[in-house]
């Protein structure tokens, strides 16, 4: 698929070894290295024979990988001496920086070594970016004195993975619950339930679902829209109008369809995503199999049992495709071992969510939900160990 906003510039892309621009995504940490998108400026050449530059304006989005050491510099559990990085700020979406470095061809990305931060986005936009990485920021550094618990509810509620111990990714992964551990529909359908639950107590049932899409869109929009949340999304948003326009016989795989073709519009880079690929195979097995495996189950095992297998059969079997072809291997016990965690975990994420908003009114109870929130997911790993053989 051709790139929309492509590198465009007098200089050509393989002698440049300077960009500035703005932080298109959110960086995403794979290996030693922090990965993002960035929305180009300019870019230059310095020229060491004539200890020159030649600077030319550019546009076009392009990848860059930035050493774990700079972006790292002001997270909380980092030994990074500020003095050697360069700059004392955080590469979020929405910041301006320039990057030094070089082009790498064989990955198409620039490798960066340096980064010196110039400005924050101008505007109202740029000012609301910017509250968010500054709330990311602290909400990293609240959750990081929380210990093993507190990096999973950082992954659950912002997408930051890199807290969270490799023994318990690979233990989760052979358990056949990677999706647990990844921001998706399900946590978006978590989030707006449970909003919803709250915001009928509190505003009643006239201003209950216009707080909640409120509260569901802050939510994608501190997470970041990775290709599941934004699939869920889209979902979410087309349901909601529908019953807004008093439609209510409305096909849920027509509703699919529609944000499949949405989402390939206004994100067509996303499709090689293997986020995108299980995010829609999966909830397409769920409205192709569920019900029709449902009314089997249903003989043999109680009503609310027959459908959670139903539904996690479906999902599961519709992905082995993708899963067996890109990963070598598939996982079926994750059919048996998601119908127990998926609950244990809503109602960890359920005191999670509680005990933030409680330890921001009273600090001194943050203790106290450290130990409850830690020993509450040393028994969750321990059930989550008895699924893998």
């Known amino acids: 698929m051709r790139e929309r906003r492509v590198y465009t510039s007098s200089l050509t892309i393989e002698d440049i070894n300077s960009v500035s621009g703005i932080v298109y995504s959110s960086?995403?940490?794979?290996?030693?290295?922090?990965?993002?998108?960035?929305?180009?400026?300019?870019?230059?050449?310095?020229?060491?024979?004539?200890?020159?530059?030649i600077i030319s304006t550019a546009k076009g989005i392009i990848e860059v990988s930035l050493p774990a050491n700079i972006v790292e510099a002001a997270f909380p559990g980092k030994l990074y001496s500020l003095s050697t990085v360069g700059c004392y700020t955080f590469v979020e979406?929405?910041?301006?920086?320039?990057?030094?470095?070089?082009?790498?061809?064989?990955?198409?990305?620039?490798?960066?070594?340096?980064?010196?931060?110039?400005?924050?986005?101008?505007?109202?936009?740029?000012?609301?970016?910017?509250?968010?990485?500054?709330?990311?920021?602290?909400f990293r550094r609240i959750l990081y004195s929380w210990g093993k618990a507190g990096s999973v509810i950082l992954?659950?509620?912002?997408?930051?993975r890199e807290y969270v111990d490799e023994k318990d990714i690979v233990l989760f992964r052979k358990a056949g619950l990677s999706h647990l551990l990844a921001l998706s529909g399900m946590h978006l359908a978590f989030f707006s339930n449970f909003s919803g639950i709250i915001f009928y107590e509190i505003l009643g049932?006239?201003?209950?679902?216009?707080?909640?899409f409120i509260a569901v869109f802050l939510f994608i929009f501190f997470a970041g829209f990775t290709p599941s949340l934004l699939r869920a999304f889209l979902c979410y948003v087309i349901v909601y109008v529908a019953k807004i326009c008093y439609l209510r016989n409305y096909n849920m795989l027509e509703v699919l369809s529609l944000s499949f073709l949405i989402h390939c519009i206004i994100a067509p880079s996303d499709i090689f995503s293997i986020a995108f690929m299980l995010s829609y195979s999966a909830?397409?097995?769920i409205l192709i199999f569920s019900d029709s495996l449902n009314k089997y189950f249903v003989k043999a095992i109680p009503p609310v049992l027959s459908s959670l297998l139903a539904t996690s059969?479906?999902?599961?079997?519709?992905?082995i495709p993708i899963t067996f072809f890109l990963f070598g291997t598939f996982t079926p016990i994750g059919i048996i071992s998601s119908i127990i965690i998926s609950p244990l975990l809503s109602i960890f994420l359920i005191i999670a969510i509680f005990a933030i908003f409680t330890s921001l009114l009273i600090p001194y109870s943050s203790i106290f939900f450290c130990c409850i929130l830690n020993i509450f997911y040393d028994i969750l790993l321990?059930?989550?160990?008895?699924?893998?053989?």
């Open 27 to 53: 960086p995403i940490k794979i290996g030693k290295y922090y990965k993002f998108k960035l929305k180009l400026k300019s870019s230059s050449i310095q020229c060491n024979t004539l200890y020159k530059s």
């Open 93 to 138: 979406k929405g910041e301006w920086f320039e990057f030094s470095g070089a082009w790498k061809k064989k990955d198409n990305i620039f490798v960066a070594e340096d980064a010196h931060f110039l400005k924050h986005t101008q505007g109202i936009y740029g000012s609301i970016l910017n509250k968010r990485a500054i709330c990311r920021l602290h």
């Open 155 to 160: 992954a659950l509620l912002s997408g930051i």
């Open 205 to 212: 049932k006239k201003y209950e679902k216009i707080a909640s």
């Open 283 to 285: 909830l397409a097995g």
């Open 313 to 319: 059969t479906s999902a599961q079997v519709f992905t």
């Open 382 to 389: 321990n059930i989550v160990n008895l699924f893998v053989f």
